[in-house]
């Protein structure tokens, strides 16, 4: 189902995650956020970021437990855990975080 | 009547380039394109029946297909022209005919 | 939990031509959620998966060799290059990309995921694998 953003359209998949990743502008993430009943916190943007600057190195979406290790070492041991991530993304980290950011489903997500 | 072969598949893995050379005539033009752009460089196993066959017939290679395989044009076989889609373009149409060794 | 076991991929192509090189990379991302012992193989055109400067600004084929770096990520760090290949095609371990992982059992040391080996070698790692899957 396509979203609205700031009166602009974009078009997502199936499951919600945006078409073209170049499209992404923050307001998409603040638009899906709000459909979940989520206040996006710096906290959420740094693993939002943290999380394009993955794809655009990598070219792909990690999976969880492969983004938890890397923002652990990016960001402390206190940020690079599950209960810290899950706590910010109840959905899991990986998929809601990625959704988010405009990227596809994490790689290696089953 | 002149032809303009293409070559797509990498020389290591299919016989394409192979059956390319046996069945081109002197004066031809052959394009190396896709994977068949492996067979333009220097120091591979295929490296002298690609200069034998340069003794009669021109080659060419297809420069964005060398660039997406991160081979560097400093190592294409000297004699080799590396040209753009609009010098492929060019290439067919000044041959008759363009065969596709698939 | 079952015994681990060793896989291998073993890829034969050269990437773009044809989709394998990446469906390879695509099921040994998806494959590493399973703590399995993972390698990779390079033989013939395959090697030419792992050639540094790919690019694809003239091409609309997508450069998707950065994928190859996050292996170590996955941890999957033993990728086998094999050394007739290589030299069949003119190529020297220099003109591969430089792949990294970090050991876990060495205090995280960066170390080299790229191990070249001969042909007998590499036929020996085969017999030694409990699954191969080939490319």
């Known amino acids: 189902m396509p979203i609205e953003v700031d009166g602009k359209t974009f078009e997502t998949d199936e499951e919600g995650y945006l078409a073209n990743l170049n499209d992404w502008v923050p307001g998409v993430a603040d638009v899906m956020s709000k459909e979940d009943d989520l206040e996006l916190t710096d906290e959420h943007w740094d693993i939002i970021n943290f999380l394009r600057e993955y794809y655009e190195e990598y070219q792909i979406a990690p999976a969880v437990r492969v983004l938890t290790k890397a923002v652990g070492k990016r960001m402390g041991k206190d940020k690079g855990n599950s209960k810290y991530l899950y706590g910010l993304f109840p959905y899991g980290p990986g998929k809601q975080a990625c959704r988010y950011a405009g990227l596809p489903k994490p790689t290696g997500c089953v | 009547m002149s032809i303009l072969h293409t070559v797509n598949k990498s020389p290591f893995e299919k016989n394409s380039l192979d059956e390319c050379l046996t069945h081109s005539t002197d004066g031809c033009a052959i394009l190396l394109l896709e994977d068949g752009v492996y067979a333009a460089m220097q120091g591979t196993n295929v490296e002298s029946a690609v200069k034998d066959a340069m003794a009669s017939k021109k080659v060419y290679a297809l420069g964005p297909d060398i660039k997406l395989r991160g081979l560097s044009t400093d190592r294409i076989i000297d004699g080799i022209e590396v040209v753009d889609f609009a010098g492929f373009v060019d290439l067919s149409e000044s041959n008759d005919k363009v065969q596709a060794w698939l | 939990m079952s015994k681990i076991k060793k896989f291998m991929y073993v890829n034969r192509r050269a990437p773009y031509g044809t989709v394998y090189a990446l469906e390879s990379l695509e099921v040994v991302l998806i494959g590493a959620a399973f703590d399995q012992d993972v390698s990779l193989a390079f033989i013939g055109d395959g090697v030419y998966q792992l050639k540094s400067d790919q690019d694809s600004s003239d ?8 994928i190859y770096q996050a292996l170590g990520d996955y941890d999957v760090s033993k990728l086998y290059v094999e050394k007739e290949s290589l030299e069949e095609r003119g190529l020297t371990l220099e003109e591969l990309m430089p792949l990294t992982y970090e050991d876990e059992d060495d205090d995280w040391a960066e170390k080299d995921s790229i191990r070249v080996v001969s042909r007998d070698e590499m036929a020996e790692l085969m017999d030694q694998q409990d699954v191969l899957f080939n490319f």
């Not at chain 3, 091409?59 to 950065?66: A, E, V, W």
């Open chain 3, 59 to 66: 091409s609309d084929q997508k450069n998707f060799s950065p």
